[in-house]
C-alpha cells in the first residue's frame, strides 16, 4: 500500500527558497515513479516535476526549470522538491504523486497515489 505525506510548504517572499518533502509509508518506495503536481486557486492541476522508477529520468516543467530540484531518499522512503527562486506565480497547493510503473508520465491522470497537499504561498 501506498501512503504520500506531504510537507515542508509555508509563505515566503519571492526570491526565497522552500524544500517540500514526500514520505511513503510503503514497502515499494524504489519501485514507484514519483511527482510534483501543484494547482492554483481557479486552475487545473499541473505538472512540475516528476522522477522515474530508479531515478534514470527527470523531468521539469519550463516554467521551474533551473530552479526547482526534484531527488528522493530510498533509505527514507522520501522525495524532495527544493525550490529556489521563488516567484509570486509558484503560489499554490502542491501535491506529491505516485503510480507503479517506471514511464515518468507528466499527465495527473496516469498517476495512482496522491498526498493530500501542501500550501505554498509566494509574496512579491
Known amino acids: 500500500q501506498v501512503v504520500l505525506v506531504e510537507s515542508g510548504g509555508g509563505s515566503v517572499q519571492a526570491g526565497g527558497s522552500l524544500r517540500l518533502s514526500c514520505a511513503d509509508s510503503?514497502?515499494?518506495?524504489?519501485?514507484?515513479?514519483m511527482g510534483w503536481f501543484r494547482q492554483a486557486p481557479g486552475k487545473e492541476r499541473e505538472f512540475v516535476a516528476v522522477i522515474s522508477w530508479s531515478d534514470v529520468n527527470i523531468y521539469y516543467a519550463d516554467s521551474v526549470k533551473g530552479r526547482f530540484t526534484i531527488s528522493r531518499d530510498a533509505t527514507k522512503n522520501t522525495m524532495y522538491l527544493q525550490m529556489n527562486s521563488l516567484k509570486p506565480e509558484d503560489t499554490a497547493v502542491y501535491y506529491c504523486?505516485?503510480?507503479?510503473?517506471?514511464?515518468?508520465?507528466?499527465?495527473?491522470?496516469?498517476?495512482?497515489?496522491w498526498g493530500q497537499g501542501t500550501q505554498v504561498t509566494v509574496s512579491s
Open positions: 510503503g514497502r515499494t518506495f524504489s519501485r514507484l515513479t
Open positions: 504523486a505516485a503510480r507503479t510503473n517506471w514511464e515518468p508520465t507528466t499527465t495527473p491522470g496516469s498517476y495512482d497515489h
